[in-house]
């Protein structure tokens, strides 16, 4: 059960707009930046980011069929907003994983209940 295209939608129009400001310094929180695959138009996407062994991990509480995902797969990567921080990403890939591994202990639980299997894992360039 990941969270339905209702509760994107709202999210989308209200609460991204509350979080994009705290989103660039709080731990496990970022903004994705990506550019659209049809219009070229740079977006800004609050997302939960947790480090990975070589970059990232993104837990896809949409889905992998949300258009953020689609761009930064085409375009091969983005850039992650994070802790005061811009980092540059390279070879995006979705990864499904039941047991959420990759996710800090309590993160894991609350993906567990909302039903999050997918994860976008993102190398950060050198």
């Excluded at 705290?22 to 980011?49: D, E, F, M």
Aim: glycine share 8%; with cysteine.
């Amino acid at each position: 059960m990941v969270l339905s295209k209702r509760v994107a939608r709202f999210n989308r129009v209200a609460t991204n707009h509350v979080a994009r400001p705290l989103s660039k310094r709080l731990a496990g929180l970022g903004t994705i930046v990506h550019q659209g695959r049809r219009s070229g138009k740079t977006y800004r996407t609050p997302v939960n980011v947790f480090r990975a062994a070589n970059g990232y991990v993104v837990a896809l509480t949409y889905g992998p069929d949300a258009d953020w995902v689609k761009n930064v797969l085409a375009a091969g990567g983005c850039q992650i907003e994070t802790r005061g921080q811009v980092v540059r990403t390279t070879q995006p890939r979705l990864v499904h994983d039941e047991r959420r591994t990759s996710m800090p202990f309590g993160v894991r639980q609350i993906l567990s209940v909302a039903g999050v299997t997918e994860f976008l894992f993102l190398d950060r360039v050198s």
